[in-house]
């Protein structure tokens, strides 16, 4: 079992930024990878940007340049750096853990970007 709790997120103006924060505990040493996801109302959640065990790091195309994933293994903890935010960066994000028999996810953060 992989517990995930997030924090941060908000609102923010066109232009700003924003960080979150995502700490996982129990089952740590089963996960491969932790990331981030979002969605918005009536749409299927899409990946962010996640980050393996190994330190690969991956971005969706409509993130590059604005948001860094980085991690505190000392914590056990991933963050979320979002500048730059647009209005269509608006939605709930969720953190993400994967292990071999499947995902965990957090609760969900809202982020909303006024234009």
Known sequence: QVQLVESGGGLVQSGGSLRLSCAASGSI????????YRQVPGKERE??????SSGRIIYADSV????????????????LRM?????????????????ASGDYWGQGTQVTVSS
Do not use: H, Q
């Open 29 to 36: 040493f089963s996960i491969n990878s932790m990331g981030w």
């Open 47 to 52: 990946f962010v940007a996640t980050v393996t």
């Open 64 to 79: 590059k340049g604005r948001f860094t994933i980085f991690g505190d293994n000392a914590k056990n903890t991933i963050l």
């Open 83 to 99: 500048n730059n935010l647009k209005p269509e960066d608006t939605a709930v994000y969720y953190c993400n853990a994967a292990i």
